[in-house]
């Protein structure tokens, strides 16, 4: 799925706004959600509102784990139906980073990033950057990518070492991109 510059695109919906400064947007399973810094979520259905949920503070990240959404932010991530209804909590930790694959991958704001399988247990801890994790990505052949606050990347094997860091960037990373192929 990529963008291509020479089809024309048609505006299909204007959704009313969540309430609140969007601050996370994910599609998945024919659902729209949207997140806000209130700690609102919405979920759309092509241009049909089909839930609300009022989560505490504010949601930065989001993705569909099957039919389920994880949604996470400073209060923590929470596993929600597609219905919109609470299913637990998964974290009380403050999470700044998720990439879902195989598995769910939670980047904290202090630095840790724990890993949980489909059942939403967490299955592993992963320690080495030091700061606030700011991205996550799975690569195609289940290693991890992870980037910091501190100017650090680093790739995580299946068995949960990390590779040397990849240093020098200067300043924050704040982003990352899985090439398909790896």
């Known amino acids: 799925n990529s963008f291509d510059a020479s089809v024309s695109y048609m505006l299909l919906a204007v959704l009313p706004g969540p309430g609140g400064a969007i601050t996370s947007l994910c599609w998945g399973g024919g659902l729209l959600a949207a997140g806000t810094d209130e700690g609102r979520l919405r979920l759309w259905r092509e241009d ?20 389920d959404l994880v949604s996470a932010g400073a209060e923590g991530a929470w596993l929600i139906g597609a219905d919109g209804l609470l299913k637990r909590q998964i974290t009380d930790a403050p999470i700044s980073a998720l990439a879902w694959g195989e598995r769910l991958a939670l980047g904290q ?5 724990d890993l949980y399988d489909a059942a939403g247990e967490r299955t592993a801890t992963l320690e080495g950057h030091g700061a606030g994790i700011s991205a996550l990505g799975w690569l195609p052949d289940g290693r991890l990518a992870s980037a910091s606050w501190y100017g650090t990347a ?5 068995d949960g ?22």
Not at 48 to 67: I, M, P, Y
Not at 109 to 113: C, E, H, S
Not at 161 to 182: C, I, K, M, N, T
């Open 154 to 158: 680093a790739i995580w094997g299946i």
């Open 109 to 113: 704001q202090r630095g840790g990033i």
């Open 48 to 67: 049909e509102e089909v839930a609300t949920a009022q989560l505490s503070g504010a949601l930065g990240r989001c993705a569909f784990v099957g039919d």
């Open 161 to 182: 070492e990390r590779s040397a860091p990849l240093e020098g960037h200067g300043a924050a990373v704040l982003d990352l991109s899985v090439h398909p192929d790896g």
